[in-house]
């Protein structure tokens, strides 16, 4: 089956600055990566996604890369802000028998923006 | 309106109790999920219907049952509860083949177990 890794575990930056969180995954028919943002005490929800045929998608400061070769995928904040402190998870999800529909998600990057 | 909305937000019981936890979606959504986030956060998937059918389940014990009564309804029922039950339980739906195909979660049940 499907399995993610995440990283950072954590990851502290100043205002203004770029984030960058990493995952790879190792079913090479997953072919939907969502990345998912959790404040505290509250619901995953999701923030932006990328499907196996596009390489990069933008959405005003958050980007998503894929590498499908390489089976990882990246999530980039620019000039972030304090309200972009949350937990980020990426995940992955195919179309095969084996994982249709099924979201796998990565352990999760605790984000904190320092102002 | 909530589109996925869970009922209790917050269960405190006992070792040995028998609960429920009810989840409904108003999205017209044919999946629907229960994932189970531990106290590292991991979001780990359980069970996963499809218009009222079990399409996954994970390895979980069988003190845990799911039951969907019809496409909008998912409800899990735990018997015997255990320590190691408590974590927030998060039901969540889909809608496969369309363009955005990402879960909409619920606002989770905290189960904490005494």
């Known amino acids: 089956g499907e399995n993610v890794e995440q990283h950072p575990s954590t990851l502290s930056v100043q205002e203004g600055d770029s984030a960058v969180i990493k995952c790879t995954y190792s079913?090479?028919?997953?072919?939907?990566f969502p990345w998912y943002k959790q404040e505290l005490g509250k619901r995953p929800q999701l923030i932006i996604d990328?499907?196996?045929?596009?390489g990069e998608k933008k959405d005003q400061r958050i980007a998503v890369t894929l590498n499908k070769t390489a089976k990882h995928f990246s999530l980039h904040i620019t000039e972030t802000q304090p309200e972009d402190s949350a937990v980020y998870f990426c995940?992955?999800?195919?179309?095969?028998?084996?994982?249709?529909?099924?979201?796998?998600f990565g352990q999760g990057t605790t984000l904190q923006v320092k102002p | 309106d909530t589109a996925v909305s869970q009922t209790p937000k917050y269960l405190v019981t006992q070792m040995g109790n028998d609960k429920s936890i009810k989840c409904e979606q108003n999205?017209?959504?044919?999946?629907m999920y229960w994932y189970k986030q531990d106290s590292k956060k991991f979001l780990k998937i359980m069970f996963s219907?499809?218009?009222?059918?079990?399409?996954i389940n994970e390895t979980v014990p069988n003190r845990f049952s799911p039951k969907s009564p019809d496409k909008a309804h998912l409800n899990l029922h735990i018997n015997s509860l255990e320590l190691g039950d408590s974590a927030v339980y998060f039901c969540?739906?889909?809608?496969?083949?369309?363009?955005?195909?990402?879960?909409?979660f619920g606002s989770g049940t905290r189960l904490t177990v005494v």
């Open positions: 969540a739906s889909s809608q496969e083949g369309s363009p955005n195909y990402g879960y909409t």
């Open positions: 079913d090479s028919a997953s072919n939907y």
């Open positions: 995940a992955a999800s195919g179309e095969d028998s084996s994982n249709t529909g099924k979201l796998i």
């Open positions: 219907y499809n218009n009222k059918e079990l399409i």
């Open positions: 990328i499907r196996s045929n596009v």
């Open positions: 999205l017209g959504h044919d999946t």
